[in-house]
């Protein structure tokens, strides 16, 4: 009985967003097919059918270009990344903790964040190269920010009254640390991690854009030289795949991680 | 400067032991008097209510005990050393329970024995224990933004006792319960202090409560806070609300607080 109205209410819950895809993907197909057949509009190169796209992609496995593309992104990305979860976990947790630093550094974060990191590509590519080095220090430049402010305000914005419920339990300044402040900020800092990596995901088809032989932004990119739209659509598809996919991933591990949370929304 | 005059423990507050002493105690908050000049002993496993209007310094008197601020002025001891912060020794339950929500009931009351190294299975003992006691057996692994209020200050006061301390602070602890819940664990809190013996402040707003608990009732006026008057109920324990001398000593101290309630001229 129960296990019936939770697979019936499992389908609804899917029924919606597969339906908004089917959608999209009815849109684009008409408008595609409509200005080919029926109403001429603009050049048909422009606008490939979804049949066409996926075609394309079929292609890109066959000669293995995809899947070397899609790993040197990933990897890319994920060396990033990491430096930058522990450079920013580390420093988020030390500037919300001592205060000084967080006077000394504070001013200088707030000075570099608004720039967009895409502005210090080309000074990145000039310090490391055009190899690997300097597409991951770009990505963990970029995904730095968001890891380092949202761990620092958990870190900061622990509830007072915690801290003194601990106190008055004998809690030293390491007990506190350990058993009140940092799982107290788990929520934030995994918010900050998972931001951090879709940005690391964001930015790294604009530095394979400018300097790279491999990956995701070079296909892409590579595509736009040879003008096959079809192509050029199938790398933004695949981008798009992957970011929702590890995002579903994230979710499920901070749900697992923070099951007291979920739990009391039950 | 009067320290070694007035710091004597075994100064006796009747015929027990003074187990906290409040010496001149005030407290300013930039030029808000939030307390002036309070003297105040406590008998060791006594049980004394602060009461009185909102404003008039109880939470502000709890908590410079409870080692969370300091007085401005004068100093309190307990068990005749001068508190200078947090600390085992004294168990805090607050209004809002200040439960951690990512431990479970288990997890929350283990969190004192955790803290002095006990091993695993002696910190899951004592934890056990001290829930069962405060009726939460079964309920060990819900965590508390599963448990309803009343559940929760359950937790919480478990917490504080397995800890063992040897006075335990309360401030409002049964405010946001409903009238039902809140004497049914005024009834248990009271079964638990015959049991355990501890030195109970206990802050709240509500004169039955009061007179229910305390074998020492602190009427607290305001403007600035100090201490109004202090009774001490006589009547053996349980306590019956609508026995005669309950009531009238219930109206006693309805009188005292409304006086105090209508200096402040706004209700
Ligand atoms: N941290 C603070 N900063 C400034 N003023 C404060 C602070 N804490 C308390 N006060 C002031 O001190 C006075 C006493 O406050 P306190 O919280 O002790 O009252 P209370 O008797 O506990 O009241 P209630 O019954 O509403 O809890 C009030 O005038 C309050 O505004
Ligand atoms: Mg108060």
Known sequence: MSTQTGLKARLVAMGAPTLSILIFLGLWLAVSLGNRTVLPVFNPVLLPTPMEVVQSGIDAVRSGDLQRDILASLSRVFQGFILAAIAGVFMGVAVGTWRPLERLVEPMIEILRPIPPLAFLPMMVLWFGIGEMSKIAFITYAAFFPIFTTTLEGIKYVDPLLIRAASSLGASRADMFRHVVLPAALPAIITGLRLGFGLSFFVIVAAEFIAADSGLGYLINDARTFFMVSQMLMGAAVIGIIGFTFNVALRALEARLLRWRSVARA | ?267
């Open chain 2, 1 to 267: 400067m009067d320290i070694a005059s007035t710091a004597d423990p075994v100064a006796a507050t009747g015929d027990r032991l003074t187990k906290i002493s409040i010496q001149g105690v005030g407290k300013v908050f930039g030029d808000n008097i939030a307390l002036a000049k309070v003297d105040l002993d406590l008998a060791e496993n006594s049980f004394t209510c602060l009461l009185g209007p909102s404003g008039c310094g109880k939470s502000t008197l709890l908590n410079m005990i409870a080692g969370f601020a300091k007085p401005s002025s004068g100093q309190i001891l307990v068990d005749g050393k001068p508190v200078t912060g947090p600390g085992a020794d004294r168990g805090v339950v607050f209004q809002e329970y200040a439960l951690f929500p990512w431990r479970t009931a288990l997890e929350n009351v283990a969190f004192g024995p955790m803290l002095k190294r006990r091993g695993r299975a002696e910190q899951r003992e004592i934890a056990m224990h001290h829930l069962a006691k405060v009726g939460l057996a079964g309920h060990e692994h819900k965590y508390p933004g599963n448990l309803s209020g009343g559940m929760k200050q359950r937790v919480a006061i478990a917490r504080a006792l397995a800890n063992d301390p040897t006075v335990l602070l309360m401030d409002e602890p049964f405010g946001a319960l409903d009238a039902q819940t809140r004497e049914v664990l005024q009834e248990e809190m009271l079964r638990i202090w015959e049991q355990d013996r501890k030195t109970v402040v206990f802050v709240t707003h509500s004169i039955s409560e009061a007179i229910f608990l305390a074998d020492r009732i602190v009427v607290m006026g305001t403007r600035p806070g100090s201490v109004k008057e202090i009774v001490d109920p006589d009547l053996p324990h349980p306590r019956e609300r609508t026995e005669r001398e309950f009531i009238a000593l219930e109206r006693h101290l309805k009188h005292l607080v409304r006086a105090e309630v209508q200096k402040l001229g706004v209700i």
